[in-house]
């Protein structure tokens, strides 16, 4: 699993640096267009939205399975009651999982006939990042029980 998932964290990597670098390229020529040229380029804000919704949740993906995402030091991370934290922190994984997968694709799909008006692509590429992250981090949770369940055998 761990491999599986290295291989979708470096792609993940990838693509978000690439959205990112025209993320910043777009707006940067936005910027120019209206400051400089005092031309509009309406077009540049729907881009603008939809790679920044790509670049944040992919992120949140990848920071999940590195741990990075969110980290609480209210509890000791060792001793014999440090199961307690990493079991609450197992169980919320497991709603966001369910929350952004199901309720993501009920975005995506509720938003699937309705059309961006400046690019005209479906509303639904704005959504599609949301269950693509849940289910980034349901398989890092799947790879955290694993590696679990291999130290409790091992030990």
Do not use: K
């Not at 390229?25 to 881009?47: C, E, H, K, Y």
């Not at 990075?68 to 922190?89: F, K, R, S």
């Not at 029980?145 to 409790?152: A, S």
């Amino acid at each position: 699993m761990a491999r599986i998932n290295d291989a979708l964290e470096t792609i993940t990597s990838w693509v978000m640096a690439a959205a990112f670098a025209a993320l910043i390229g777009v707006v940067a020529l936005q910027v120019l267009a209206r400051n400089v040229f005092s031309l509009p380029m309406i077009w540049t804000l729907d881009v603008a939205q939809l790679l920044f919704a790509w670049c944040i949740f992919l992120g949140a993906g990848v920071a999940f399975r590195r741990g990075t995402h969110y980290i609480v030091d209210l509890w000791p991370a060792e001793g014999p009651l440090a199961w307690i934290p990493a079991a609450c922190a197992f169980l919320a994984g497991v709603i966001v999982v369910y929350v952004l997968v199901w309720h993501g694709i009920d975005m995506a799909e509720i938003t699937a006939r309705r059309q961006s008006q400046t690019l005209g692509i479906s509303l639904a590429w704005n959504f599609a990042p949301i269950p693509i992250c849940g289910a980034l981090i349901g398989l890092a949770l799947i790879e955290q029980v694993l590696g679990l369940m291999r130290r409790g055998s091992a030990g």
